[in-house]
Nanobody, 122 residues
Framework: VQLQASGGGLVQAGGSLRLSCAAS???????MGWFRQPPGKEREFVAA????????YYTDSVKGRFTISRDNAKQMVYLQMNSLKPEDTAVYYC?????????????????WGQGTQVTVSS
């Protein structure tokens, strides 16, 4: 599976961005996740969506602001980010794996996109 993330940019606090991740391969066989790596920090879990899109999971700091979704026909996964805060500034990565257990742990993901920078100004 090859992944390519896009959609990052510079936005003011309170604004919105939509990240996209294009996938190749048998997309519907994979759980999809979004992670981020703030400057000087470790990579952290943001959101995950199950194979069919029926279930979604979020880290507490983005609940109610971010929405993960997928379109298996287009082989795309999205992260709609609203009410952005300066602390959301990070490089955002999409990732995929076959199983759902430990979905918050980046070490369990098999494939990664190249990352897209999101910068939120105050």
């Amino acid at each position: 599976v090859q992944l390519q993330a896009s959609g990052g940019g510079l936005v003011q606090a309170g604004g919105s961005l939509r990240l996209s991740c294009a996938a190749s391969g048998t997309f519907s066989n994979y759980v999809m996740g979004w992670f981020r790596q703030p400057p000087g920090k470790e990579r952290e879990f943001v959101a995950a969506v199950t194979w069919s899109g029926a279930s979604t999971y979020y880290t507490d700091s983005v609940k109610g602001r971010f929405t993960i979704s997928r379109d298996n026909a287009k082989q795309m996964v999205y992260l709609q980010m609203n009410s952005l805060k300066p602390e959301d500034t990070a490089v955002y990565y999409c990732a995929s794996r076959r199983a759902l257990s430990n979905y918050e742990n980046p070490h369990y993901y098999d494939y990664w996109g190249q990352g897209t920078q999101v910068t939120v100004s105050s």
